[in-house]
């Protein structure tokens, strides 16, 4: 019986983002979509959660705080990492406290891209992570993470003047 | 219909007394699993959802005994444990027809229990949520006395606390407590952490201070909690359908009006504070208590 993927609570971990991602998340458990369905539950305490959904860059100051709320959740667990910002850095990438995305810190299950991503793709994301996290229970081999987006940076010409 | 029933209850109080109880042991937590799975489904329905499936609790508390068991300290598990015995002796002594007042200081040393388990850590919102529940207890505890009082006098002379009483009174007991009823129900509105008394931990998919008295516990933990609060709702929709005790059909389909009531008031209440909990309850529900055991005194029954 596949127990986790039955009642898979959610805790959002809001890391450095713009909030629109948050804001689409949040649409999911609207009436339109609702995640309750799937008996998902967003419960906003790291101790009674399974997936950790986290938005948004991770920079220095909350690199610490990502890696605490991700231990607190108890074994198995997965993370979603939502949207551009929290899979590379995204527009944020180049920013001089940004480390990049959520990987750099805690590990990855799915990432699910999108600057926001659409409530159909979140949830398509939430589900994937569903077998995952039962694969996590009984100890199988967890399929390898298919990272949709990558940072793109030209590199700098030599002699480039930079714009004002 | 009548008959089978009265057939039924002989042969369990006098031939084999320890069956029902035993039973019910069983029986009460999916009772009261189907129940809140039920509560789960109208609340999304009347929110325009689909709502998870009925069985959707089960499934909570198996995934949960799936987890990895954390905990901070042997002491609040302790307490959640016991939270969870004294719930269970609460509903097997009403099987049994014990002293009603027993009966709920039992169940009120349940809640102390979870109270004690949540000061038992050092997180803030856990020990918040405990002051609150112990606002809660302040508020509904002083109905659920005058209910034991009222239910003491409403027996045929000489007077008697025993439940297995109320299987042989005169009249249904609500037409000797009927200011008690709604101010019951009020009280099960808070036992059931619904809108608009839900201070102490949200249900469902409400948030208040991040999860209130059940925040540090997880895993395995968690799901003792889960259970112990399907007993609870078994047990608090028990005494509601002990109201109507010489029919327990009608009885039954109280239990269930109120159920299906609370369910409408969480959804059209929007959360207070405690205080304002704790006045309303004083004001209101308590009074209304009041006022029945002074009028069952005034018929001459006390």
């Not at chain 2, 608009?196 to 469902?204: E, K, L, N, R």
Request: hydrophobic content about 50%; proline content about 7%; charged content about 15%.
């Amino acid at each position: 019986m596949k127990l986790l993927a039955k009642s898979p609570w959610v805790v959002h971990f809001n890391c450095n983002s713009c909030n629109g991602c948050d804001i689409e998340f949040l649409a999911c458990l609207t009436p339109l979509y609702d995640l309750e369905r799937f008996g998902i539950l967003h419960m906003g305490n790291p101790k009674h959660a399974d997936i950790l959904v986290v938005t948004g860059s991770v920079n220095h100051r909350n690199a610490r705080v990502l890696e605490n709320t991700y231990l607190q959740i108890p074994d198995p667990k997965v993370v979603v990492a939502l949207g551009v910002c929290s899979s590379t850095g995204g527009i944020f990438a180049d920013c001089y406290n940004v480390l990049g995305g959520i990987d750099q810190v805690v590990p990855v299950d799915v990432f699910v891209p999108g600057c926001p991503p659409r409530p159909e793709a979140i949830i398509d994301g939430l589900v994937q992570s569903l077998g995952k996290l039962e694969a996590k229970r009984v100890g199988k081999a967890v399929p390898p993470v298919t990272k949709l987006v990558r940072t793109f940076r030209p590199p700098a010409e030599p002699g480039e003047k930079k714009e004002d | 219909m009548w008959s089978a029933w009265e057939t039924i209850h002989a042969f369990f109080n006098r031939d084999c007394p320890a069956f029902l109880p035993a039973v019910l042991v069983v029986a009460a937590p999916l009772v009261g699993a189907f129940l809140m799975g039920l509560d789960r489904k109208i609340t999304a329905r009347i929110q325009g959802r689909i709502g998870p499936p009925i069985l959707q609790p089960v499934y909570d508390v198996l995934k949960l005994f799936a987890k990895e068991p954390i905990f901070l300290n042997r002491l609040y598990i302790f307490y959640v444990l016991m939270h969870l015995a004294f719930m269970i002796l609460a509903v097997v002594l009403l099987a049994l027809g014990q002293d009603i007042l027993i009966i709920l200081f039992v169940h009120a040393f349940s809640t102390i229990s979870l109270i004690l388990g949540a000061l038992a850590v050092r997180s803030p919102f856990s020990r918040i949520g405990a002051s609150r529940k112990i606002m809660q207890m302040v508020a509904y505890e002083p109905v659920l006395i005058l209910f034991v009082v009222g239910f003491y006098l409403s027996t045929p002379v000489p007077h008697s606390f025993l439940a297995s009483g109320a299987m042989h009174l005169n009249q249904p007991l609500l037409f000797s407590l009927p200011l008690l009823l709604p101010a019951y129900f009020a009280a099960v509105v808070i036992k059931m952490e619904k809108s608009p008394f839900d201070v102490s931990a949200g249900q469902h998919a409400h948030q208040e201070l991040v999860r209130g008295v059940t925040l540090e516990y997880s895993g395995p933990f968690l799901a003792v909690i889960k259970i112990a609060h399907f007993y609870e709702v078994f047990f608090i929709f028990t005494i509601m359908a002990m109201f109507w005790s010489t029919n327990l059909w009608i009885g039954a389909g109280l239990a269930l009006a109120a159920f299906f009531a609370q369910i409408v008031v969480d959804n059209t209440n929007a959360r207070l504070t405690t205080f304002w909990m704790v006045r309303f309850m004083w004001g209101g529900p308590m009074l209304l208590a009041l006022c029945n055991i002074i009028w069952l005194y005034g018929t001459g029954r006390g």
